[in-house]
């Protein structure tokens, strides 16, 4: 399954996925939901990009806020996260 996404002048996403129905009924429609789950996921994805403030600090309350930037979270044996 291809998949791209343009993200216009005017702010707004596209999203396209491209796939071939195979299969039963079934494997068809399992297809679309993994399709339309993975558009949204990337809608999401993007969607909180926007709200990245690119390193630099905020002011909230009058408190100065900063952060570590990406960070890949790492997950221990047992499943628990760790930073």
């Known amino acids: ?9 005017d702010g707004s996403i596209s999203i396209t996925f491209n796939f071939k129905p195979e299969g039963s009924m079934l494997e068809q429609e399992e297809q679309i939901a993994a399709a339309l789950s993975e558009a949204g996921r990337l809608a999401s994805e993007l969607s909180l990009k926007s709200f990245d ?27 628990s996260s760790k930073h």
């Open 1 to 9: 399954m291809e998949k791209s996404y343009k993200i216009e002048s």
């Open 53 to 79: 403030t690119g390193g630099e600090s905020i002011i909230v309350n009058n408190e100065k806020l900063s952060s570590r930037g990406e960070e890949k979270k790492l997950r221990n044996r047992l499943g």
